[in-house]
């Protein structure tokens, strides 16, 4: 089968880590051996590759295509328009996206399926490619997509208008699925694929090697993800004016940092507070082994994959307490 994936979420070598649980999923997919598939990942246009531009500059630097992993992947460039781009973002990455899926098909790769990532816009643009080529597509829901933007009156419209559309809709958690359901799709419509992890990449470590290399000493947290407010970094950071014995590492870039950095000045831990910046994934296994604990502080998360990464390379077995979030927990219970 030839696959046509599509999502806005996906690494490109200007942002390595962008969307890396999509591309590991193509790449799984792929390796199976039953399926081909070329990628079409748009990037929001922005003309200046200057980094004082921040995370706009990384739109600029992005390659308009690539071959990661054997894989050939596109980034077009589509607008987003400040104020009222989320209402006309799926109309917009359908425009940006709609002459390079042509060149495709141009180019003698006649695929079966489009195969899209993220609800809104991208299922959206998804349907409107669909529709147009008169091809089937498929939408995975990740969680921010069904778990915020339907609270929006014309998003929440449009996603309904997707998801009757849609021939195959796949959530990655039985939470997602029910956002689904509530939004009027017929529960048998929807199947619920959770994210994976992988147990060759992220294996058992020499738990002292490890901790000799990244030079830890005493009991040592471990915080991971983008240096963004709902990762909630600045709760962990917080709590070690609690724990004076205990040490913090935090994994991950992003525009908090500065903050992140103040905060721990602020309160007298920045000592015990080490950032070790963007972690390649190849790398994590050996951090996730290290740490004494991993601490999972999001205000959102969907799936928790970084305490499943983390339970695996650290060889024990560990039930976290998680902060339940009402659209992921239900009874206490993880069950996203």
């Known amino acids: 089968m030839n696959v046509l994936t599509f999502s806005t979420l996906y690494p490109n070598a200007a942002s390595p880590g962008h969307g890396v649980f999509v591309e590991n999923r193509v790449r799984h997919l792929v390796a199976g051996g039953r399926v081909n598939t070329r990628v079409v990942a748009p990037v929001p246009w922005f003309p200046f590759q200057n980094p004082r531009f921040g995370p706009y500059a990384a739109f600029a630097r992005a390659p308009t295509e690539e071959v990661r992993h054997g894989i050939s992947v596109v980034h077009p460039r589509y607008l987003v328009i400040p104020k009222i781009g989320t209402n006309v973002a799926p ?56 778990n915020v933007l339907p609270e929006f009156p014309l998003p929440r419209r ?135 604990a991993l601490v999972l502080a999001s205000s959102r998360e969907v799936g928790r994959m970084c305490s499943l990464k983390r339970w695996r390379a650290a060889r024990r077995s560990w039930h976290p307490t998680f902060r339940a979030h009402p659209k992921s927990y239900a009874d206490r219970k993880p069950d996203c």
């Open 91 to 146: 109309f917009l990455l359908f425009r940006g996206a709609w002459r390079t899926v042509q060149r495709i098909l141009a180019s003698g790769y006649t695929f079966d399926l489009i195969d899209a990532h993220y609800f809104y816009p991208d299922g959206v643009a998804a349907v409107m490619l669909a529709q147009r080529l008169g091809k089937p597509v498929t939408i995975t829901a990740r969680g921010t997509d069904l």
């Open 158 to 292: 449009i996603i309904q208008w997707a998801a009757h559309r849609a021939d195959g809709l796949i959530t990655v958690c039985e939470a997602l699925k029910r956002v689904l359901v509530d939004l009027g799709v017929p529960a048998g419509r929807v199947r619920v694929l959770r994210n994976g992890v992988d147990l060759e990449m992220f294996r058992p470590v020499d738990r002292k090697a490890a901790r000799d290399r990244l030079d830890l000493a005493g009991p040592t947290l471990l915080s991971v993800g983008n240096l963004i407010p709902l990762k909630g970094h600045d709760l962990v950071i917080s709590a070690l004016a609690d724990l004076p014995d205990v040490d913090l590492i935090i994994a991950g870039s992003g525009p908090e940092e500065a903050a992140l950095r103040t905060l721990s000045e602020r309160l007298g831990v920045a000592q015990r507070v080490r950032f070790l910046g963007r972690v390649d994934h190849e790398s994590m296994a050996e951090i996730y082994g290290a740490a004494d």
